[in-house]
T-cell receptor, first 116, second 109 residues
Framework: GAVVSQHPSRVICKSGTSVKIECRSL??????MFWYRQFPKQSLMLMAT?????????EQGVEKDKFLINHASLTLSTLTVTSAHPEDSSFYIC????????????FGSGTRLTVV | GQNIDQPTEMTATEGAIVQINCTYQ??????LFWYQQHAGEAPTFLSY????GLEEKGRFSSFLSRSKGYSYLLLKELQMKDSASYLC??????????FGAGTRLAVHP
């Protein structure tokens, strides 16, 4: 399967600042990537679908002005948490799909964000 | 709607068999997935069902009934390392995966 590199793996930031998380597809040209958020002991909640060269598609209830997604190339999607607050502290993880193969979903290693 | 329901927590004994159930509602079915996730890590693909019936892969099996909107994951010969969260998911538009809340399984000696 594809190889996905996500950075940083862990970040601590001050309340009110912005944090950028990168998700790189190292060996696959991904026109679509997915961003998930996971709070402790909860499941992966899809935030948005990142589309190369166009606007991201956000899930209901996700603030697009707070969670900025940029997918400027076929190998890089970024998620920027703007004006972060402690309630944004969570595990953020990206994913991509290689066609319809059920085993074709590859996940990044995740980013643990802590806002203090 | 795209609702997925799973039990929140389960416990089992090492060496035993455990069945984790999942019910779902979706406007367009396109496959049912099971993933394993250890805390703080990415989920790992376990199984996929698109047709009714049982799919077996070693110690793990998954069953699907599309008419009932029901699936289960069966884990045999439980090992301590099987303690993890098990996520049921189905595929939505643009190939996105929609996950259930997950079932935390604790395996005890």
């Amino acid at each position: 399967g594809a190889v996905v590199s996500q950075h940083p793996s862990r970040v601590i930031c001050k309340s009110g600042t912005s944090v950028k998380i990168e998700c790189r597809s190292l060996d696959f040209q991904a026109t679509t990537m997915f961003w998930y958020r996971q709070f402790p002991k909860q499941s992966l909640m899809l935030m948005a679908t990142s589309n190369e060269g166009s606007k991201a598609t956000y899930e209901q209830g996700v603030e697009k002005d707070k969670f900025l997604i940029n997918h400027a190339s076929l190998t890089l999607s970024t998620l920027t948490v703007t004006s972060a607050h402690p309630e944004d502290s969570s595990f953020y993880i990206c994913s991509l799909s290689q066609g319809n193969d059920p085993d074709g979903y590859t996940f990044g290693s995740g980013t643990r964000l802590t806002v203090v | 709607g795209q609702n997925i329901d799973q039990p929140t927590e389960m416990t089992a004994t090492e060496g035993a068999i455990v069945q984790i159930n999942c019910t779902y509602q979706t406007s367009g079915f396109n496959g049912l997935f099971w993933y394993q996730q250890h805390a703080g890590e990415a989920p790992t693909f376990l199984s996929y069902n698109v047709l009714d019936g049982l799919e077996e892969k070693g110690r793990f099996s998954s069953f699907l009934s599309r008419s009932k909107g029901y699936s289960y994951l069966l884990l045999k010969e439980l090992q301590m390392k099987d303690s993890a969260s098990y996520l049921c998911a189905h595929r939505g538009g643009y190939n996105k995966l929609i996950f259930g809340a997950g079932t935390r399984l604790a395996v005890h000696p």
